[in-house]
């Protein structure tokens, strides 16, 4: 079962606006990470945002976290054709063990 | 060299042949996880070592699959009587020290059995 939702699961958008995507999760959770997959390549790590911060920036990247609806957005301000990728949250949930759970994850298209 | 190296890049096995996926972590990176991506889904994970110590081992999905890392740095994972459902990514990640610090992925191996 997978512990992350990433909403929409797929959005278009021309080169130079902004994308906005959402992680649901369930349960308590340690810290957050969003990461970027191009196709048929492994993850990169973009940002890891703690349970007790609310909002962190990287370049042209904004994560947000509201611990009270379980939820987190990645904001790619001002994006580009390369910005075409997967887009996963990894949660890192409180009293699990030693897993991340990852939702399936945003497919982003920015059209040129 | 700083990333997480992964070998091969691409497998593809005969079904019913063993074969074995290697990951190089970050030097010093005291955490290791493997972790199984079908085609269009998330990352599910399979197990994971601190240092030389396999601590979970939960999502081995039976006991053909078998990973160890047995001087705490290079982990190799084995799949033993490679089945169609083995068929998928399979991603190494490493992290400095605990799951609650920053993971980062190799770039996997896809393994297809035909």
């Known amino acids: 079962s997978q512990q992350g939702e990433e909403d929409p699961q797929a959005l278009s958008i021309q080169e130079g606006e902004n994308a906005t995507m959402n992680c649901s999760y369930k349960?308590?959770?340690?810290?957050l990470q969003w990461y970027r997959q191009n196709s048929g390549r492994g993850l990169v790590h973009l940002i890891l945002?703690?349970?007790?911060?609310r909002e962190k920036h990287s370049g042209r990247l904004r994560v947000t976290l509201d611990t009270s609806k379980k939820s987190s957005s990645l904001l790619i301000t001002a994006s580009r054709a390369a910005d075409t990728a997967s887009y996963f949250c990894?949660?890192?949930?409180?009293?699990?063990?030693?897993?991340?759970?990852f939702g399936t994850g945003t497919s982003l298209t920015v059209i040129p | 060299g700083a990333g997480v190296s992964q070998s091969p890049r691409y497998k593809v096995a005969k079904r019913g042949q063993d074969v074995a996926l290697r990951c190089d972590p970050i030097?010093?990176?005291?955490?290791l996880f493997w972790y199984q991506q079908a085609l269009g889904q998330g990352p599910e994970f399979l197990t994971y070592?601190?240092?030389?110590?396999?601590?979970?081992k939960s999502g081995l999905p039976s006991d053909r699959f078998f990973a160890e890392r047995p001087e705490g740095s290079v982990s190799t994972l084995k799949i033993q009587r490679t089945q169609q459902e083995d068929s998928a990514v399979y991603l190494c990640?490493?992290?400095?020290?605990?799951?609650?610090?920053?993971?980062?992925f190799g770039q996997g191996t896809r393994l297809t059995v035909v």
């Open positions: 945002i703690r349970s007790n911060e």
């Open positions: 030097s010093g990176h005291v955490s």
């Open positions: 070592f601190q240092n030389e110590a396999q601590l979970d």
């Open positions: 990640a490493s992290s400095l020290l605990d799951r609650t610090g920053e993971a980062f």
């Open positions: 349960t308590s959770i340690n810290n």
């Open positions: 990894a949660t890192d949930v409180k009293n699990t063990g030693n897993q991340f759970y």
